[in-house]
């Protein structure tokens, strides 16, 4: 039987300013998950993931995280099982080095001193910045800072990693070396992953799952292929497919070919379909 | 103009070039070089006579030199300082202190006189406001900034101290950056002469939005701390050591304070 790793029963979120950020959220995210909770603009994704490793409190409803319910007695476990990747990475970065950015929560865990140094230089090793330890963050490129900011989560060997936009702005490479290291740990350690994005195109590379959010309101969900070729529900959620769904609803439109499946998402995909109708 | 005046700043502050070159000072434990420039400073401003703070000026530019930081920049940069604080303080001091008239003026019926006490005294006090900051300046010019930080940390600095100057290192660039891109955004859209008075409204648009941001990031970057396990206390784990050369150094500088303490008492000037 699985475990939970996430639940969210009816949640709320209001700010105090009056705006209903999140309204009747019901998800469930599995250990060993990788889900990506898929949305445009100010859609609540952000303001969702916060009530995770509680840094926002629901106004109504219950979040429980790995079985404990978060809320005040809980929060130091939970924030060391959860790790959280922000999404500006000026914000996540706040020492004068890399390394003191990547050492200050398993300091703040109380480990060992040895252990801390042992956990830092792996955590950067994984993501490839093991050279540049002593640079102070705002040397670094935006890539690097991405992927700093994932080292310090790492570091606390979290079983839950949370990324809110991880590759927002980065270059083609920057992306696919993200995805990679991404998998990479999922692979290894077994972490779950939460990924909050609205780029649809890279829902499909770290996720096996996924959740639509639209105006605080959970509109779809489910694996991700049915999800993302489903063209009415895309367009409700104010999203847009991917381009090869885009390309292969033309083309059945078109009556060029014809598809009895759902639509492809991926590019592996649509090799398989393409190789498929030319069998048939 | 305030483009020029932000680049300025940023270079006066993007001193992490001199800390990593391989000089003298640069090697020097820094919690000693805290405490040396400490009791530096104090002996300067104890100081009463001029000759004593020759000696000190001597020891500095040696100091200056055996750190391979260049000389004359060095003694530049610490004098652009002097304009502002000592000179208009002491401004008066000439004509104020009596003693041995130099010379005599009369300013709408007011008589004014120099004197040679007055002047002794301006000369005393700038010398001593410039000692003191060319000390400071060096010591942050040979020291890396977490260094620093574990120096104050060792020598029982308030925790929210060196906490706050931590996070005011790492922001202040940013908070640069972002005030200079924009006023840039501000230049790209203006296409014809503007009047002081618009200048001054967008400028006040700028500070404002700038504060509101400083705010939410603050709030961000809070977030990201307890995310990470942060309950209100700094952690660290160093390994510097104290070796002979800092030990030397320290002698040094105790050494040079005494003679300066002496010449205080020995010199007529
Ligand atoms: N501190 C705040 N106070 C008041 N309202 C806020 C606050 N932060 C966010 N909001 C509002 O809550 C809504 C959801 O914001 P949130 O940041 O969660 O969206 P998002 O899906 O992460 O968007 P993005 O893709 O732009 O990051 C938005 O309408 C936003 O304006
Ligand atoms: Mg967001």
């Known amino acids: ?280 | 103009m305030i483009k020029e005046l932000l680049k300025a700043f940023e270079d006066l502050v993007y001193l992490e070039r001199y800390p990593l070159l391989n000089g003298y000072l640069q090697k020097i434990d820094p919690r000693i070089k805290l405490f040396a420039t400490a009791i530096l400073i104090i002996v300067i401003v104890s100081t009463l006579k001029i000759t004593p703070l020759l000696l000190l000026l001597i020891t500095i530019i040696s100091f200056t030199i055996v750190s391979k930081i260049p000389l004359k920049n060095f003694l530049i940069r610490v004098t652009i300082f002097i304009p502002i604080f000592a000179g208009i303080i002491t401004l008066p001091l000439p004509f104020i202190t009596p003693g041995l008239i130099l010379t005599s003026f009369s300013i709408a019926g007011f008589s004014l006189n120099l004197t040679y006490e007055g002047v002794y005294k301006m000369i005393l006090f700038t010398f001593r406001v410039w000692l003191s900051i060319a000390y400071l300046i060096l010591l942050i010019l040979t020291t890396k900034f977490t260094n620093m930080l574990y120096a104050m940390r060792r020598l029982k600095f308030p925790q929210i101290f060196i906490m706050l100057t931590s996070i005011t290192y790492r922001f202040i660039f940013t908070f640069i950056n972002e005030s200079y891109r924009m006023i840039l955004a501000r230049e790209s859209r203006i296409t014809s002469k503007q009047r002081r008075l618009d200048i001054m409204r967008d400028l006040g648009n700028i500070i404002g939005t700038l504060f509101i941001r400083a705010y939410e990031r603050g709030e961000r970057v809070y977030f990201a701390m307890v995310s990470r396990g942060y309950s209100g206390e700094i952690k660290s784990i160093n390994k510097l050591k104290i070796h002979v050369r800092d030990v030397i150094f320290l002698i040094l500088t105790i050494l040079i304070c005494a003679v300066t303490i002496l010449l205080n008492y020995l010199m007529v000037i």
């Not at chain 1, 609540?44 to 809320?71: A, H, P």
Request: hydrophobic content about 45%; overall charge neutral; charged content about 25%.
């Open chain 1, 1 to 280: 039987m699985q475990k939970l790793a996430v639940e969210m029963n009816n949640v709320e979120f209001i700010y105090p300013d009056g705006l209903r950020a999140l309204s009747d959220v019901n998800l469930k995210i599995y250990e060993g998950e990788r889900v990506v909770i898929l949305g445009p603009n100010g859609a609540g994704k952000s303001t969702l993931l916060m009530l995770i490793n509680g840094l926002l409190k629901s106004t109504r409803g219950n979040v429980y995280v790995l079985g404990l319910s978060v809320e005040g007695k809980n929060l130091m476990e939970i924030r060391r099982r959860v790790g959280f990747v922000f999404q500006n990475p000026d914000d996540q970065l706040f020492c004068p080095t890399l390394w003191e950015d990547v050492i200050f929560g398993p300091l703040n865990m109380g480990l060992s001193k040895d252990e801390v140094e042992y956990r830092g230089y792996e955590a950067l090793k994984a993501v490839g910045l093991e050279n540049l330890k002593d640079r102070p963050p705002h040397h670094l490129s935006l890539g690097e800072k991405k992927r700093a900011a994932i080292a310090t989560a790492l570091a606390m060997h979290p079983q839950i990693l949370i990324l809110d936009e991880p590759t927002a702005n980065l270059d083609p490479l920057g992306y696919i070396e993200l995805v990679k290291i991404l998998n990479q740990l999922h692979k290894e350690r077994k972490v779950t992953l939460i990924t909050a994005t609205c780029d649809i195109n890279i829902a499909p590379l770290i996720a096996d799952r996924v959740y639509l959010l639209n105006k605080g309101k959970i509109v779809g969900e489910g694996l991700l292929r049915e999800v993302l070729s489903n063209l009415k529900l895309i367009n409700y959620a104010n999203l847009q497919p991917p381009i090869i769904t885009q390309l292969f609803a033309n083309l059945v439109k078109l009556g060029i070919i014809k598809l009895d499946k759902l639509l492809p998402v991926t590019i592996d995909e649509a090799i398989n379909e393409i190789m498929q109708l030319k069998k048939d």
